[in-house]
């Protein structure tokens, strides 16, 4: 762990994560900081949502109070929850688990649920308006961590639902009412909250930790309760201490596959034993962004930004497929955090992020521009490639400049044996356009590059490449 690291858990505004046109400001890169931290520490942050939607979400845990509390005490034996992670998309209305002494109500848009003698479902009140604030609040979470990861701008829109829904589209992503330890709720009788040799005892759940599939989890409770594992493999408290507009957020499993492992999920469970004497127990809300049954998680975005991908991330995985496997979770913590890709705090208190530039040295130059011309059609360049790779399930190794220059010509190189298996069109500069003129550079990215132009303030005159490679050479 850096020794910069965050004392606590990372409190970030919603508000400052909300991109905008231009170049980010500095509450907008300290919010994305902060974040990335609190996700490599403790697996969790803590989000602030604007003081005027503190009473949309007290009031939402208030209705589901009474709406448990109005339940029968055994549930009907069509609504015992089986676990079936065959129907992870389908979930919808009231179920019970009684094992695990809890009850949920799923509000899934363009699901409509009904009671098992087809009677209509009256659910907890303000489901869709917390469904609609907690969505947006979680893509825009999604984005904050693509930006740290030095990730184009909203890389996983291909695998999210539509905003808002199509017709007959029913949502993957889900709101998850959830009642833990209701006294009234026959699953009662399997656990008992007192020893009396003993005293009070600490009890979980029988499953000890859980690991939610999704893209970003955010959750809001009335009581405390929910602990977090961290990055050294402590149990944290992670809602001991919220505020009426505050929640916790997490990442899930299907982050750390579209990432290559980069932002490892958090294992989380319940506490349950500070509830006696209550006669509800305890409520949250649960949203989960969750990724479309139909699409395939990729780590295409983390391989065009420049990040290994190791072989077990390779190859896109259907979502369906993801979702219905199991996945250990007693080797999610052994690899490389996303730590790495956090922005450290100048001395002035300004955020310079540390992917994108190197500190002011007076020996630095500028890039010239041909240098910079060259690096962005690679960079478009590698794109391309890889998704061609991706449909074909061509596992690649790319040349870096260095390697590239030296066997530019020959044919052995991996550039030529990958150009060679993939059919990439004869004369088409391949993985570092570095032997091409400057108007070919140009042609290749308006052809390749939608809405790139040669209006970037850069001057096009030739220039030799060793006076690009020098120039590079001074700035490291």
Known sequence: MASNGLP???RVKLTDLMPS???????????????SQSFAQYSAAIIQFPASDGPLLRSCLESARLYFHQRPSYPAAEMIHTNDSREWCKTSGYYADPQQ?????????????SEPNNTLEFPPAGLPDVFALLG??????LDAISYCLNLRSSPFT???????????????????VCCHARPSFQGAQHHNLTNQEDGP???YPEQDHHVDKSLVSIVKSDKAGLHVRDFHGRWVLVDGDLGPQEAVVFPGLALYQATAGYVNPALHRTEVNNLQGNMYGRFSLSFKLMP????????????????????????????DDFMQRSHPTDQLFNR???????????????IKPSLRRRKSNSRCKPLPPSKRLRLEAQRVLKERVQEIADKKGIKLRFCNLRECESHIHALDSPCANIRMEIKWPAGVPFVHPHDLPNKAKISFLEAYEPGWTATHDMDLSPTEPGQSSQHSANCN
């Open 336 to 350: 490389q955090s996303f730590q790495t890709f956090t922005f450290p705090t100048a001395q002035d208190g300004s």
């Open 201 to 203: 005892l600490v009890m």
């Open 292 to 319: 479309k049954s139909m699409s395939s998680l990729s780590c295409s975005e983390m391989r065009a930004a420049g990040h290994g991908v190791e072989a077990q991330f390779q190859l896109p995985v259907p979502v």
């Open 101 to 113: 002494w809890q009850e949920t109500y799923d509000y899934r848009p363009g699901m409509t649920p």
């Open 158 to 176: 291909e695998v999210l639902d539509n905003v808002p829904l199509r017709s007959r589209e029913v949502s993957s992503s889900v709101l998850s």
């Open 21 to 35: 046109e231009g170049l980010p400001s500095d509450s907008y890169k300290l919010s994305a900081t902060t974040l």
């Open 136 to 141: 947006k609040a979680a893509r825009e979470i």
């Open 8 to 10: 606590s858990l990372g």
